[in-house]
């Protein structure tokens, strides 16, 4: 064929090297929704090969040439039924399959690494537990479980990996979360997929799958300081959080340590299971859901801490086990006061 | 080469109909004629039609290359914002009611009119005010929300005519309640003696059934929209986070109208299909009872599916689950519908008409645009496909593949109808193939793409995705052509067309046993219904008496 014209053979040729017509499988759901997927094919072809021969059978068999008088036909109750209880059959074996595919997209493993991300118009930020950020780009380990937990600092982005087959919307206002675990080493397309505004078609980036070894060498190499849990401590003394949640007898605020993971008993008399969402809500709406036996005096935090802040403080108060930190800072702050001047007035905070 | 049986002397259009009772603008602006607002309608929605087919020519243009070169990406976002809401508020929602069905439910139920005609011209007045705010907005600098106004991004952070833009979909949302408030009052009231819920043409049923959707879904959509411009305005804070408010609040009531107004748009155009299908096979309808009850559980069916718009937008995982499985039972009437089409072929006696050649299309079409509708309603699939091409390619599989397909059918059906006049034959069947062929290869690639993961509304792409573009660029291309000839030669034949006579096709409805153009009245005499739809014995015998009386 090449003799037609190099110069157009050429161009078909790269053409056809730089497209795809069938995305990586990346991830270990990946096969899963493609089996999925080539099933749902399947019974698409077979549904449209039937409505085709029967049109066009009928269309030959019956043309107007050669089956002049049309016959007559009511309906039939039989075929009503064939052709309602198979599509239905059919359509709910979709539903199930799928069912339990995305309770596996959308149900992290216990033991998953999580990693933070923040969208905003117009990039994802990745907060990795260990202080390292990153800005369109996230570094993951190959063959270990990666749960995202996201959200938007404006308005919805989704976040969407192709080749692990996963997407979720980042909401402003509230968690999501989404797990995938990574079985290519590789670099994968990151897309913003839901409509964010002026660069959303700007709002990309790359997934790069790392061996163990890579990354831990690309977590070393990335540090920027503290971790987020010791960003979360430090933001936790400057707020003066621990003015209130200190675990001292006449403390204003319940003590924090080990309430990640409780379930909280409420002055409505309900209860509440304590995870992210719940710490970001009691920071920056505490009078949504007051702990029993405390008052709700809480300010509310809002506009004061960016996403990034809340991230950290909600890290910060995973890893408390006990309010000894927590009692140290304040006792440093407190002496630090007295030293400083009695002139300030009490109740305001110290910027350090 | 028309079914017809041609009469041996020379047809000639009637003395008196419609178009020539009354002359002058006023006598069209102020008519409360059915027909006329019918034809009024056929020219605004045919001009929006062009003005959304320009816009869905810049974005596959722009497509062609990777790079965002064609034009900034600000436009490029208003350009597929307005491209969205010209063709769904101004061009799919009213298409098949407002011009066919205004023109022939009446007609088709042996009524005069319909039951308020000043508030069927109230519908198209609204309809225009509508698409003024549109095109003002326009006109200001465009709106970028993309047609779903998702908020906070609708109410906080674009700069641009969203106001505007929502009091145009307000009032055009209205002039649909009016016309379906209409129907559901004339198809209740005004049918002729005789003519029982069971002898209605199946396009009654489905004009009725999407009346509902109309009457029903459409007040949601406006409180959404009213919510969306308080807040923007006045900061009222019902979806803002920061104030208490839930983002996800603005999705439900959206997609609590937009869900059912896909079935507004494509529950007439299976109405159309029905009437092309027997008549083009000389039969009745393979199972009325169940076409007719499927058109109502869709109706049904269509509300209760919306949150299948919102699988990861972080519903909880068993709310997904109940509207999946929901989702999964709509789409069983539409199968329904299409295994009855195709049994109303077997021992029909089959011509290839043009209306007929745009129902095949619509089968074809429709069937894989349904049927991709499965692969977003399965929960697990769904998060990969969602907001992706696919989703994309589907909808226009639906919407365009299937309505604008039936759109069209009904155009070439009932054209000679409506103008008195015949269209090429030759020229018309040519530009159904070109049309078929031209969707087909500028949607069908864009299944792949979404499955290669790339997002809608994406100004630029990644350099692999290329190639499928151009397909689909060039196939838009063919498409373009496909939709223009019809409108040449449709103009045409206004003027030069082959007189048609009443009843060109030989078809059964009540719409084709009199004078075409008809009368503004429609019958001399309200005819009394003796016999069931699409009854073709009856329509033999009764040829056969009337040349009879004649000769």
């Given at each position: 064929m090449s003799h037609i014209s190099p110069v157009l053979w050429q161009f078909l040729e790269k053409w056809l090297a730089n497209s795809s017509l069938f995305p990586a499988e990346a991830s270990t759901i990946a096969p899963y929704t493609d089996a999925l997927y080539f099933f749902l094919i399947l019974i698409s072809l077979i549904g449209l090969v039937i409505v085709a021969l029967l049109v066009g059978t009928f269309s030959v068999l019956y043309n107007k040439r050669r089956h002049p008088v049309a016959v007559q036909i009511e309906g039939s109750t039989l075929l009503e039924a064939t052709w309602t209880i198979i599509p239905l059959g059919l359509f709910l074996i979709a539903f199930v399959w799928g069912a339990l595919l995305y309770f596996r997209i959308y149900n992290p493993p216990p033991n998953a690494m999580n990693i933070y991300i923040v969208g905003k118009q117009w990039m994802w930020k990745a907060e990795h537990p260990g202080g390292q950020h990153e800005i369109n780009a996230l570094h993951i380990p190959i063959g270990r479980p990666i749960q995202l937990t996201l959200i938007s600092q404006d308005v919805f982005h989704s976040f969407s990996i192709p080749a692990f087959r996963v997407k979720r919307e980042a909401i402003p206002g509230r968690y999501t979360t989404v797990w995938f675990q990574a079985t290519k080493v590789g670099s994968y397309h990151l897309f913003c997929t839901q409509y964010c505004g002026t660069a959303h078609s700007a709002m990309i980036g790359e997934i790069i799958v790392q061996t163990p070894e890579d990354y831990q060498a690309w977590l070393a190499s990335s540090v920027s300081g503290a971790s987020l849990a010791q960003n979360g401590e430090r933001l936790f003394a400057t707020l003066s959080c621990n003015a209130c949640h200190n675990a001292n007898p006449d403390s204003r605020g319940p003590s924090l340590a080990n309430v990640y993971g409780s379930k909280l008993q409420l002055v409505t008399g309900g209860s509440v299971q304590v995870d992210d969402g719940y710490l970001r809500d009691a920071i920056l709406n505490p009078s949504m859901h007051v702990t029993a036996?405390?008052?709700?005096?809480m300010p509310t935090y809002q506009g004061q801490i960016s996403e990034e802040g809340i991230i950290s403080l909600v890290e910060y108060i995973k890893t408390l086990d006990s309010n000894y930190r927590v009692q140290q800072t304040l006792n440093t702050t407190e002496i630090q006061n007295q030293k400083q001047?009695?002139?300030?007035?009490?109740?305001t905070t110290v910027k350090p | 080469m028309s079914s017809a049986a041609t009469p041996e002397q020379e047809l000639t259009l009637p003395k008196r109909n419609f178009y020539n009772t009354e002359y002058g603008l006023l006598s069209w602006l102020l008519t409360g004629d059915h027909k006329r607002i019918a034809m009024l309608y056929l020219f605004s929605i045919t001009f929006f039609f062009f003005v959304g087919g320009a816009m869905a020519g810049l974005i596959r243009l722009e497509l062609l290359t990777p790079l965002p070169d064609l034009m900034a990406s600000d436009t490029y976002n208003k350009v597929f914002t307005l491209h969205g809401i010209v063709m769904i508020f101004l061009f799919l929602v009213p298409s098949v009611p407002a011009t066919l069905g205004n023109f022939l439910i009446p007609i088709m139920i042996g009524a005069k009119d319909l039951a308020f005609p000043k508030i069927n011209l109230l519908s198209w007045y609204l309809y225009i005010a509508g698409a003024s705010c549109f095109v003002i907005s326009m006109v200001n600098g465009g709106v970028d929300t993309?047609?779903?106004?998702t908020t906070p991004l609708s109410t906080h952070y674009v700069n641009t005519n969203v106001l505007t833009t929502g009091i145009g979909v307000f009032i055009a949302g209205f002039s649909s309640v009016f016309t379906g408030l209409n129907f559901i009052v004339t198809i209740h009231r005004m049918r002729a003696p005789g003519m029982t819920w069971f002898r209605l043409p199946l396009f009654v049923w489905a004009n009725y059934a999407a009346s509902i959707l109309m009457v029903l879904g459409t007040p949601v959509l406006a409180i959404a929209i009213v919510l969306v411009a308080l807040e923007r305005a006045f900061g009222i804070g019902v979806f803002d986070p920061t104030k208490g408010g839930d983002p996800l609040l603005f999705q439900h009531l959206f997609w609590f109208y937009s869900h059912p107004a896909v079935y507004i748009m494509i529950l007439p155009g299976m109405g159309v299909i029905s009437e092309v299908i027997s008549t083009f096979s000389r039969k009745r309808v393979f199972g009325y009872a169940a076409v007719a009850f499927s058109s109502v559980a869709i109706a049904v069916f269509g509300f209760f599916v919306w949150a299948h718009h919102m699988y990861i937008m972080g519903l909880s995982n068993y709310s997904a689950l109940v509207f999946s499985l929901l989702t999964m039972l709509v789409a069983v009437p539409s199968a329904i519908k299409i295994f009855n089409w195709s049994a109303t072929l077997y021992k029909g006696s089959i011509s290839f008409d043009t209306p007929m050649l745009y129902a095949f299309g619509f089968i074809g079409l429709f069937t894989i645009g349904g049927l991709t509708g499965v692969f977003l309603g399965s929960l697990g699939t769904d998060i990969h496909l969602t907001e992706t091409y696919f989703i994309v390619a589907h909808f226009h599989f639906v919407m365009v593949g299937g309505m604008l397909m039936a759109f069209l059918a009904g155009i070439h059906f009932w054209w000679p109808k409506m103008t008195g006049r015949m269209y090429p034959e030759g020229l018309s069947k040519v530009a159904a193939v070109i049309t078929f062929v031209g969707f087909i290869f500028t949607f069908f690639p864009q299944f792949i793409l979404g499955y290669l993961?790339?997002?809608?509304?994406?100004h630029a792409y990644p350099p692999e995705f290329q190639v499928l573009n151009v397909l689909s660029t060039a196939g838009a291309t063919v498409l373009g052509i496909g939709y223009l000839i019809p409108i040449l030669y449709l103009a045409w034949s206004v003027k030069y067309g082959k007189v048609a006579g009443s009843n060109p096709w030989n078809a059964t409805g009540l719409e084709w046993q009199i004078q075409s153009p008809p009368l503004t009245e429609n019958f001399t005499e309200i005819p009394e219904v003796d016999h069931e739809a699409y009854d073709y014995e009856w329509l033999e015998h009764k040829n056969r008496q009337e040349v009879k009386s004649i000769g």
């Open positions: 036996g405390y008052a709700p005096i001047a009695p002139a300030t007035a009490p109740g | 993309g047609w779903t106004f993961g790339m997002p809608r509304r994406y």
